[in-house]
């Protein structure tokens, strides 16, 4: 049986894409998966439905060699790009907000400090964040800047040893909590795109950073974003990660974590894909299950082929990303394409379930709810579609 398909009855592995993972890649996937099937799934949904995340599972978390994805040394886990694609998708198989929490603070926060900090930085900070005792955030998106981030407004400042730092944040996952939160902002002085990290204190942040988690949201309840506003923040010069010069530095972070959004659309995918054909089997209406009927049938198979598709397009990236030689451009395709095919496999496996597909306990709506967040983070189908059609014709549409 394949380690990808989940269930021991539903082949969701029909291309047997399987083959293509060393014994190493499958025993991390039966070890996340297991974490998701005894710890996660029993209580995530209350969770989800109060909007909390339960931190009391972070210890656990922990002890799955997953933490600092693909970091090498520092106490992380030192996974291969495939590797970290298998675990963002076994975590969202089970949960997105789980996933988030690992992508927001091993991919973005502990990335975004291997990437560009001094060697001094990385020594400082990434051994304990390995060990999950210093929780990082990346703040980039702001109220007025998603898609145009390069157009950022968060300003900073250079004041004798310090640098200042004005302006304001939105949708920061684990803003408000996080002991290390990334701060990009524009230097005043020469404009061009820096990154500071503002620290936790004796558990306080500096004075003039204010997070508040928003609320109202209806996907990702299990994990906070933040409203940041960072006003007149006080951060030494030691915490400006040095490598971090201009915009092409938050564009390195993002096209390596670009690739883990799209294998966790697939997790969501598979998810919902097995649920429904569970669900089709079980299901009586007139007589007999509904897995008897044409209609439902065609819907399976189709979405089977969505499934499949995304599956060779993840791995097959997660192998160009390994060799090295994976293109902005090429995750961009992948990222349009698996997180689009999703949403729409998702959306099917609801109506498959007519109005339990609406329960919670069914897990269906939340995999679909989290799809739209999905859908839009690290560049939203739009954009993604401009910068492979940039490749496509020579001609850069994005104003």
């Not at 390596?256 to 659309?265: D, G, H, K, S």
Request: include cysteine; proline fraction near 2%; hydrophobic fraction near 40%.
């Amino acid at each position: 049986m394949s380690v990808i398909s989940a269930s021991e009855d539903i082949n969701s592995d029909f291309l047997n894409v399987d083959q293509w993972l060393t014994a190493d890649d499958r025993a991390l996937v039966r070890r996340v998966r297991a974490f998701i099937d005894d710890q996660v799934l029993p209580v995530i949904n209350e969770y989800w439905e109060k909007a909390d995340f339960p931190y009391e599972l972070v210890p656990e978390l922990g002890k799955l060699g997953i933490i600092g994805t693909s970091v090498k040394g520092y106490g992380s886990a030192n996974l291969t790009r495939m590797q970290a694609g298998l675990v963002a998708m076994e975590l969202s198989r089970g949960d997105g907000s789980l996933n988030t929490f690992n992508a927001v603070h091993s991919g973005l926060a502990m990335g975004t400090i291997n990437l560009h900090g001094s060697q001094e930085q990385k020594d400082r900070w990434l051994p304990a964040m390995a060990r999950l005792e210093k929780i990082g955030a990346f703040a980039l998106t702001e109220p007025d800047h998603g898609s145009d981030t390069v157009a950022l407004e968060t300003s900073a400042r250079r004041d004798g040893e310090d640098w200042i730092l004005s302006g304001a944040k939105r949708w920061i996952g684990l803003g408000h909590v996080a002991d290390l939160v990334i701060v990009w902002a524009r230097d005043v002085e020469d404009a061009k795109v820096k990154a500071f990290v503002v620290e936790k204190k004796d558990g306080a942040y500096p004075a003039g950073y204010h997070g508040e988690a928003i609320t109202g949201k209806i996907a990702k309840r299990g994990i906070q974003q933040a409203a940041i506003t960072l006003d007149d923040v006080r951060v030494p010069d030691t915490n400006r990660l040095q490598g971090a010069h201009g915009f092409r530095a938050v564009t390195g972070v993002l096209n390596l974590t670009r690739t883990t959004v799209a294998w966790e659309a697939l997790g969501h995918a598979q998810a919902c894909y097995e649920l429904a054909v569970k669900y089709t089997q079980q299901r009586r209406q007139f007589g007999k299950p509904i897995s008897h009927n044409q209609l439902v049938q065609n819907t399976l198979a189709r979405m089977l082929a969505d499934l499949t598709a995304m599956q060779l397009m993840c791995f097959r990236c997660g192998q160009l990303q390994d060799q090295g030689i994976l293109s902005q451009q090429q995750a961009s395709l992948q990222k349009m394409f698996v997180a689009d095919k999703a949403r729409t496999l998702c959306r099917d496996a609801r109506d498959l379930m007519g109005g339990n597909g609406l329960l919670l306990e069914n897990h269906v709506a939340r995999h679909l709810l989290d799809m739209e967040v999905v859908h839009t983070y690290e560049g939203t189908d739009f954009i993604q579609s401009l910068i492979v059609g940039r490749e496509i014709t020579g001609h850069n549409a994005i104003a």
